[in-house]
């Protein structure tokens, strides 16, 4: 009977040992993340008044200075945040908790546990334990170290059960506190936190000038020190303005992703109607969130001025300069390059040549190169220096006298020519209604003053008005504004009046045949689009070219 019993029994231990230690296989199945934090024997971040409270120990020990001998010893902790800023918030109530105490002579790890409540943190923010002792006293109240985990890049700390161990030491004149090595293991145990966090960027305010989708990037930065996954929302103020993205992301800790958002102004939205357009990343873990936002316009835009590069330039006779011209709104916003669509002229003297818009240089001087788009025109200096290769001697010396005489003789040519011939400066586009269509400018001339411009302009609209009342009369005619000749002719449609500015001697059929030519090719490429024109100066792209191609024929 005495050998059952006894068999009972260690089966029943059996059964309880192996039962209590299957609630303990695996410490670190626990989904709650306890951390260790150690009193290490090096500064932390504000050397050499604070050391580390890091997440290993140190080689290195510490010892405070001792205490008066006799009586009992006390120590405890208090325990503040500091923020990113410096500005510490204790959570200890303003006394020590956790107090151990000696009052006979030893040494050895004394632990005692201490309720941290659930406090909210930014990710900037840094813990901060400072530890007192004091003689007969408790709590005490002499600061004998201080340690600091720097920043913890957490939302908040848990509310948990802390264990905090203490390395001290009474004897005659050993009364202190130990740490930083394995032998002064002084550590907090059981030190949780949520160390998740996100920081939504949101991109530049924005504006569109059509109906349609548009795409515009967010980015969603992991500021926390684990990875994380985020719920993504987007929102808008406005009906009009529609709005999507993906639903989620993951992004490793410290690290970002770009989130595209796609917003649609919808055929509903009218000029001038704006929508601020947000981005929501909540964390999956925590109650980490954050939000972001830009404002989109949906406006429309006139050009104001243009505005041509480089502005100043200085190149060696021969010399290229390549020429750009960008146009800008009333309020400053870019809104395209118009190089291709820009006219590009110099001051006559300086010669050279035009491919496109690439100048090759030929005289040396200081030049004004001018854009013109549109109607709008900006202007640049050049500076073209003599090159300094010396000229090849030989013929050029021993015959300079016949070079002088040929030069002589062809401006005599070209005096004769321009006296039997008209000049045309410019021409002018005019619709029925004295809208002007375009305006086109010779590559040889400087550009004109903008008051010169308006005066002619307004000056041919009104005798335009005066001059072809009588529907019968639409020959060609003149005027004379100023320095410059005017020839005004109206073409077979009675839609269109061209007038050509010129100087030199103007024969009547040389300008009329030349006109005659103009508004015929632009009848022929223009005249479905012009007999029923609703004002929409997009279905007139290419006018001013056929303007242009037969100027430069002059």
């Given amino acids: 009977m005495a050998s059952l019993t006894v068999a009972l029994l260690l089966v029943s231990m059996f059964y309880i040992t192996s039962w209590s230690g299957g609630e303990t296989l695996d410490p670190n199945s626990s989904l709650n993340a306890n951390e260790v934090r150690y009193m290490r024997g090096v500064y932390g971040e504000n050397e050499p008044d604070e050391y580390l409270l890091g997440t290993t120990q140190s080689n290195v020990v510490q010892m405070s200075e001792p205490m008066a001998s006799g009586g009992t010893h006390y120590w405890g902790m208090r325990v503040w945040i500091r923020s990113g800023t410096g500005i ?121 000038t059509e109906t349609g989708t548009y795409d515009y990037s967010f980015t969603v930065e992991n500021t926390g020190e684990t990875d994380d996954t985020y719920d993504l929302t987007v929102g808008s103020d406005n009906a009009d303005f529609t709005v999507s993205t993906q639903e989620q992301v993951t992004i490793s800790a410290g690290d970002h992703s770009d989130i595209e958002v796609q917003v649609t102004i919808e055929e509903t939205a009218e000029v001038g109607d704006g929508a601020l357009v947000t981005l929501t990343a909540r964390s999956r873990n925590s109650d980490a969130e954050d939000s972001d936002g830009f404002r989109l316009t949906f406006m429309t835009f006139d050009v104001d001025r243009i505005a041509i590069e480089p502005s100043e330039e200085t190149v060696s006779t021969g010399e290229s300069v390549t020429y750009t011209a960008t146009a800008y709104d009333q309020h400053g916003n870019v809104l395209g390059d118009v190089t291709e669509e820009t006219t590009w002229s110099i001051d006559p003297g300086a010669g050279g040549r035009w491919q496109e818009n690439v100048y090759t240089s030929e005289y040396p001087g200081t030049w004004t190169v001018t854009g013109t788009y549109d109607g709008f025109f900006d202007t640049g200096t050049l500076v073209v220096e003599e090159d300094d290769v010396p000229p090849t001697p030989g013929i050029i010396r021993d015959y300079w006298w016949l070079l002088l005489l040929g030069a002589i003789a062809a401006g005599i040519f070209i005096i004769l020519k321009k006296r039997r011939k008209p000049f045309v400066e410019q021409a002018f586009l005019i619709y029925d209604d004295g809208l002007l269509l375009t305006h086109a400018t010779s590559r040889l001339m400087p550009r004109m003053d903008s008051d010169v411009f308006s005066g002619m302009l307004t000056a041919i609209q009104n005798f335009v008005k005066d001059s072809f009342v009588d529907e019968m ?27 050509l500015v010129y100087t030199g001697k103007g024969s009547e059929a040389v300008l009329s045949k030349m006109s005659g030519e103009i508004l015929e090719e632009i009848n022929d490429t223009y005249g479905d689009v012009l007999s029923d024109w609703d004002g929409d100066m997009d279905n007139l792209r290419g006018i001013k070219d056929i303007l242009m191609k037969h100027l430069s024929k002059r």
């Fill in 473 to 499: 009369n639409w020959g060609l005619k003149k005027l004379e504004f100023g320095d410059h000749k005017i020839a005004i002719e109206r073409d077979k449609t009675g839609l269109l009046i061209l007038a």
């Fill in 88 to 208: 510490e918030t204790e959570v200890t109530g303003g006394e020590a908790v956790a107090v151990v105490m000696r009052n006979e002579e030893g040494q050895g790890i004394q632990s005692e546990e201490w309720d941290c409540p659930d406090i909210e943190l930014s990710t900037t923010d840094s813990l901060v334990i400072r530890i007192y002792q004091e003689r007969n006293a408790s709590p005490p109240t002499t600061l004998v170290a201080t340690f600091d985990t720097t920043h913890l890049g957490a939302t908040g700390l848990d509310a948990a059960t802390w264990t905090v161990h203490y390395h001290t030491h009474r004897a005659p004149g050993q009364n202190r506190f130990n740490w930083g090595t394995e032998t002064y293991n002084s550590r907090v145990e059981g030190f949780t936190y949520e160390a998740y966090g996100v920081n939504v960027i949101e991109p530049e305010d924005a504006a569109e």
